[in-house]
């Protein structure tokens, strides 16, 4: 029996120990690895290379879709199944744009978890049922025009930098955070403005929120 490596990257500590115990537990897992962050989980992903990443969305600095891009990039064979309470088709689309195999909420049942990184480790793709008119009868992407748009529009730099500014970060944090200078911050942050045709920092973070960049729930 193939035992499967599994990173589980989401920062609300309970339920993060709670399914590392319960993984642990099951005969075809070698191990799991925990991340709290976007930032944690990409870095452990390039050291680790495991088999599935059961990603939250919202979480502080960089969120899951970004997280789950990088990873994808870095790591081709690691597939990602996003792990969230939210319902909304902007989170469903935004990481199935990101390239994750699967959705599942938070409320599902850990059988359901169970069986969700069974069908995305062979391949295919797993969605919960409350999700499941979000996508395709394929189970591939759906994108709305809108939501390309805004993917193409942004840079990968700028919608993190977006995410810190949305999250009440000033150019020196942000800075600090993104190992860049203050200066290329305040670049990103005027070519933000351009872009959206925003000009405030509340109208930023509403913008952030509409398009499941960051969460009111983070």
């Keep these: 029996m193939k035992k499967n490596k599994i990173l589980i990257a989401d ?3 309970i339920l993060q120990h709670g399914l590392c115990n319960s993984l642990e537990l099951e005969d075809d897992v070698e191990f799991v690895i925990k991340a709290d962050s976007g930032y944690a989980a990409i870095e452990l992903a390039n050291k680790y290379k495991p088999d599935i990443v059961v990603m939250d969305i919202s979480m502080p600095g960089l969120n899951g879709m970004e997280a789950t891009k990088q990873i994808i990039t870095d790591n081709p064979k690691t597939k990602v199944i996003a792990l969230s309470m939210h319902i909304e088709k902007i ?17 599902s049942s850990f059988k359901e978890l169970l069986n969700g990184i069974e069908t995305v480790l062979a391949g295919k793709y797993y969605y919960s ?19 390309v748009s805004v993917f193409l529009l942004l840079s990968r730099r700028e919608r993190e930098v977006l995410q ?18 203050v200066k290329t911050v305040d670049i990103h942050r ?14 930023l973070t509403k913008f952030a929120i509409s398009e499941g960049i960051t969460s009111t729930n983070l």
């Design 91 to 107: 989170y469903v689309n935004g990481m199935i744009n990101a390239g994750a195999s699967g959705y599942i909420l938070k409320s």
């Design 164 to 181: 810190l500014i949305s999250e009440g970060y000033k150019s020196k944090a942000i800075a600090q955070k993104l190992f860049i200078s």
């Design 190 to 203: 005027t070519n933000l403005k351009t872009k959206l045709n925003i000009h405030t920092i509340a109208e």
């Design 129 to 147: 049922q409350e999700v499941i008119d979000k996508v395709d009868n394929n189970g591939k992407k759906f994108v709305t025009e809108q939501r």
């Design 11 to 13: 920062d609300h500590s």
